[in-house]
């Protein structure tokens, strides 16, 4: 005899994935349970993150000739992307596999698949904003991507092209043009070769949007269980399990994981091992910044760092850093992130120099292919929604929408092979 259920659907982790896909289901029909180890949503990767849904933005890190510059990265303090040696144990099984699918066959595909769902998912996006009238200091100026030589400003023109026949939409700036565009600039116009004006991407504070969604998903009837850290997750059939937490047991018809990078843990011996492991990105914000900053989202090709306005305040990300599960804010990356301030808008630099910026890091849940996993994991109903890496606020609500479809069995708005946990 089956036990009464808690749940249509248990959906464990409420960060920004989690918290759209217990949202999209509710608004489904489906009587759901949201589970999150800590004291509320939001709180870990999608605190503080980029602040960016980028389209624009959809390559995998794991580009043609990465190895090069992981191996450089142990010895160079500023680079981009940091490989720390006492990290290289965590990624003896996962990093062959990303090495593997950097190549350009792959890489080509990953991005024009991570662009159709993230095209999606901020079409998906602004949908529910309109539709619920929700404010979490979003602007929908688009962005601007810089470029120092003319070589990388062809490859990054080349690179969108690609992406123009599935609706990616752009134009190529001369520095003059860059300076009309974001006059902020004008100081570092001679070191400029051009830019690209992505106008259909939009910025805003994603732990405010968690917040918006987690009001919205109580009005509908849904319940959230905080500080329950789930322990266990067992199937006494194909169609009913038990998730048992430091708070209790809870019975349900169908569970999602959606717990970024520990998302494995949790499915363990339930299915193959999906292989994520952590990227620490790092922020720091600084409050009502005075007159002088960008008004649009500025992405620096070269030194792989975004200056994201958001209201009065002025959010600054940057960096991947390999490091294991150490959530730690190590000072000289955010020193770096300083000194990239000053070196493209040296004058607000200059005002902001006694200013104290709040410092950020989280954990990105990166898969070896630069795909999310989506959809149902096995026979059971046992989904996942994990590992969007840099792209995980871009894709939440495409995302929400692809597992609820497969958790009601119908068809996806956009093709989800790309995304299935088996590939």
């Not at 339930?270 to 009502?288: E, F, N, W």
């Not at 989506?374 to 929408?401: C, D, E, K, P, Q």
Request: proline share 6%; with cysteine; aromatic share 6%.
């Amino acid at each position: 005899m089956v036990s009464k259920l808690d749940a249509d659907l248990i959906v464990v982790g409420g960060g920004i994935i989690g918290m759209s896909t217990a949202y999209e289901a509710t608004r489904r029909g489906l009587a759901t349970l949201l589970i999150e180890a800590r004291e509320g949503v939001g709180l870990e990767t999608s605190f503080a993150n980029g602040a960016l849904l980028t389209p624009s933005s959809t390559e995998p890190w794991n580009a043609p000739g990465v190895h090069r510059h992981l191996l450089a990265s142990l010895f160079d303090p500023s680079s981009a992307m940091k490989l720390r040696l006492h990290a290289i144990p965590s990624l003896l099984t996962w990093g062959p596999q990303f090495l593997y699918h950097a190549n350009r066959r792959h890489h080509e595909q990953a991005t024009r698949a991570n662009f159709l769902l993230a095209q999606y998912s901020v079409s998906r996006t602004r949908q529910v904003r309109e539709e619920l009238g929700l404010h979490y200091r979003h602007a929908s100026t688009g962005t601007i991507k810089l470029f120092r030589d003319h070589a990388s400003l062809q490859a990054g023109a080349a690179a969108a092209h690609k992406l123009e026949p599935l609706g990616l939409k752009f134009e190529m700036l001369d520095p003059a043009r860059v300076v009309t565009v974001e006059p902020s600039l004008g100081a570092v116009q001679s070191d400029l070769a051009g830019g690209l004006r992505f106008r259909g991407d939009e910025t805003g504070d994603a732990f405010a949007f968690c917040q918006c969604l987690q009001q919205e998903f109580a009005r509908l009837g849904g319940r959230t269980v905080t500080q329950a850290k789930v322990e266990k997750i067992a199937y006494q059939s194909e169609r009913h399990a038990v998730v048992r937490t430091t708070r209790g047991d809870f019975q349900t018809r169908s569970v999602v994981v959606a717990s970024g990078g520990q998302s494995n843990k949790i499915l363990k011996g339930l299915g193959p091992s999906l292989p994520i492991r952590p990227a620490k990105g790092y922020t720091v914000t600084y409050r009502d910044v005075p007159p002088g900053g960008p008004a649009i989202p500025v992405i620096d090709d070269t030194f792989h760092c975004v200056f994201v306005p958001l209201g009065k305040d002025l959010r600054i990300a940057g960096t991947a850093e390999f490091t294991g599960n150490d959530p730690r804010i190590a000072g000289d990356r955010v020193a770096n992130l300083r000194r990239l301030l000053k070196q493209l808008f040296p004058q607000l630099a200059e005002r902001l120099s006694d200013a104290e910026p709040r410092a950020w890091a989280g954990l990105r849940p990166m898969s070896a292919d630069g795909m999310p996993f989506i959809g149902r994991v096995g026979t059971r109903n046992l989904f996942v929604n994990a590992g969007h890496g840099h792209l995980g606020w871009t894709s939440a609500m495409g995302s929400a929408a692809i597992v609820v479809d497969a958790i009601l069995g119908e068809p996806s708005a956009i093709d989800a092979s790309p995304f299935r946990p088996g590939r």
